[in-house]
């Protein structure tokens, strides 16, 4: 009965982790599917901005290996536009098997650039300066 119990709870547990992304939240610890402060991010051309929203996978590009890694892809945002997201696959799981089509939510900082601009900083801090980012796809949060 113990290991039903445990077994139980692990799969709440492991429900609650999963699904704890879906419902739109403040900065306080969850991405939300919110793009305000990204659009406005982008009409001011401002940078070093944290900004989170989600977007649809429109083009899966090479890792960038210069300096750290970064795994690169961009994104169609709901409410329209594109943005970069540069993932440090030093300090954070790369995302496996990331596809065009697939949905991805994230917090990070936006930085501007004249194609619209980069989004990074989608993993822990390792120095414990700033929050910090994370991503989420398919249920899975890489940070």
């Not at 492991?14 to 739109?24: G, K, L, S, Y």
């Not at 900065?27 to 001011?44: E, K, W």
């Not at 899966?60 to 943005?83: M, Y």
């Amino acid at each position: 009965m113990r290991r039903v119990l445990a077994i139980i709870a692990l799969a709440v547990a492991a429900f609650i982790a999963v699904n704890r992304f879906d419902a739109p939240v403040d900065s306080g610890g969850v991405v939300t599917d919110r793009n305000d402060a990204l659009f406005q991010a982008i009409a001011d051309r401002r940078s070093d901005v944290w900004v989170e929203g989600k977007g649809v996978v429109v083009k899966v590009l090479p890792d960038d290996k210069k300096g750290s890694r970064h795994q690169r892809f961009v994104l169609e945002i709901e409410g329209g536009g594109t943005i970069l997201i540069a993932h440090n696959i030093d300090l954070a799981e790369r995302i496996p098997s990331l596809e065009k089509g697939d949905i991805v939510a994230f917090r990070g900082e936006f930085e501007w650039n004249a194609k619209g601009g980069v989004v990074h900083w989608t993993h822990h801090d390792p120095g414990g300066r700033k929050k910090g980012g994370q991503l989420q796809h398919q249920g899975r949060v890489y940070r």
